[in-house]
Each structure stands twice: as C-alpha cells, then as structure tokens.
C-alpha cells in the first residue's frame, strides 16, 4: 500500500507558505480564516502587534441559533457579522489570508460575506 500525505500537512505547509508574504498591520490587518469540519471561523489579526482584534465564528450567539455552522450559508453569515464587527472598530481594509485552503465553497462564501459587509482586500 502506498502511502499518501496528510491533506491537513499538506494545508498547513501551504500555510506557512503563504505566512512568509502575507502580514497584517495597522493599516491593513490580516483576515484569518479556519475551517473545520462543522464550523467556521474568522479572525482579524494585527501581526505587528500580535493581538487579535475582532472575532467571529458560526458559534457565535447570533449566528448558532439560525443555521447549521458547517454549511456556506453560514459562512457567509460569519463573513457579514466579522464584516460588522471590524467596521464598528474602525477596520475596512484588510488582507485576505485563506490558511491554505482552496478559494471555494465555504472560503468563498466567507470572503463573499465579508466584502458585502463593507471590508476592502
């Protein structure tokens, strides 16, 4: 039998990857965003700094009650609250940072989210 490679280990060598070019700061802080099975989640994050600015996830009171988490539909629904949130901070650009997933369905529909909310990548 062949061995064939973790896709998870081969997401995150992506990861890391993209890492080295992709930085959030002030100006423009970085759009995180995690996917698992049954939820999804997103971040702001000013790497400068280190600290993480807005939140939001499909956990998240206003979303959980709605929706099922794993599905685009609350995807982007996350995109929109993190969008509202970040907005509310003063936040409207920042950089995309998929974590090496592909740019399709759920991802996707995040990003989607997030840009009819008001953030600029």
Do not use: C, W
């Not at 971040?43 to 939001?56: C, H, K, M, P, W």
């Not at 090496?100 to 990548?121: M, P, T």
């Amino acid at each position: 039998m062949i061995n064939k490679p973790d896709r998870n280990a081969l997401r995150k060598k992506r990861q890391l990857r993209v890492r080295n070019r992709v930085n959030g700061t002030e100006q423009r802080p970085r759009l995180n965003v995690y996917r698992s099975l049954n939820n999804i989640y997103a971040q702001i994050i000013n790497d400068d700094r280190g600290e993480t600015l807005v939140t939001a996830s499909s956990l998240s009171p206003e979303i959980k009650g709605a929706m099922s988490g794993g599905n685009r539909e609350a995807a982007a629904a996350v995109g929109k609250l993190i969008a509202a949130r970040a907005l509310e901070k003063g936040i409207k650009q920042v950089v995309f940072d998929r974590a090496g997933y592909v740019y399709h369905g759920r991802v996707k529909a995040l990003a989607d989210g997030a840009r009819e909310g008001g953030l600029e990548f």
